[in-house]
């Protein structure tokens, strides 16, 4: 079965620097998104991705993410100066309509 | 605000005991439904979803869960839970029309005693 994939599973950043989560979305969906989990709190909705452009984000999905399918395959975050407050899980989800598929997450560490 | 509610934060139950996850949500209109389970270090797993039609839905690994618009809920159950089936679960929703961001609930986690 098709699944989504992410990597690293496990990134470890200075705060301050810059880093990108990857993700490879099944193929032949069209739609991605990105959702994270801070230990101990829900996942959160961040952005999704329809067409080469956002097509929703929330409020924590500002200046500092930015998102991008850089070719065919793979869809990616940058979080352009991390935070120790960014440090939390982050999944890649893809879809054909509602009924998503998620990766097994990247764990995100800020230090 | 759209809200995704799971009352119970941890519940333990026997191997081959039923079990019951509540959620129950909070949306203008009803949302789309979904139940997905985390096991330890991995991504979120679908295990069912409720769209329309039939208020019951069966999933994967043996789960069902029964949409109820009067109790705003969408209980999750399983009449025989397995010591595999350890592992947090999470009930999320989708206003639909259009809007293609799942709001979670906090999850509950489930304990198998032996």
């Known amino acids: 079965e098709p699944e989504v994939t992410q990597t690293p599973s496990h990134q470890v950043t200075q705060m301050g620097q810059e880093v990108i989560l990857r993700c490879v979305p099944i193929s032949n969906h069209l739609y991605f998104y990105w959702y994270r989990q801070i230990l101990g709190q829900k996942v959160e909705f961040l952005v999704s991705?329809?067409?080469?452009?956002?097509?929703?984000k929330s409020e924590i999905f500002d200046d500092q993410f930015s998102v991008e399918r850089p070719d065919g395959s793979n869809f990616t975050l940058k979080i352009r100066s991390t935070k120790l407050e960014d440090s939390a899980m982050y999944f890649c989800?893809?879809?054909?309509?509602?009924?998503?598929?998620f990766g097994s997450g990247t764990r995100l560490t800020v230090v | 605000a759209q809200s995704v509610t799971q009352p119970d934060i941890h519940i333990t139950v026997s191997e081959g005991a039923s079990l019951e996850l509540r959620c129950n949500y909070s949306y203008g209109a009803t949302p789309y439904l979904f139940w997905y389970v985390q096991s330890p270090g991995q991504g979120l797993q679908l295990l069912l979803k409720?769209?329309?039609?039939?208020?019951l839905v069966q999933g994967i690994k043996g789960f069902e869960a029964e949409f109820k618009r009067s109790q705003s809920s969408f209980n999750l159950r399983k009449p025989s839970v397995h010591w595999s089936d350890a592992a947090e679960y999470f009930c999320?929703?989708?206003?639909?029309?259009?809007?293609?961001?799942?709001?979670f609930g906090k999850g509950t986690k489930l304990s198998v005693i032996p």
């Open positions: 989800a893809s879809s054909e309509v509602q009924a998503k598929g």
């Open positions: 999320a929703a989708s206003s639909g029309a259009g809007s293609y961001q799942l709001t």
């Open positions: 409720y769209f329309s039609g039939d208020t």
């Open positions: 991705f329809y067409n080469n452009e956002i097509s929703e």
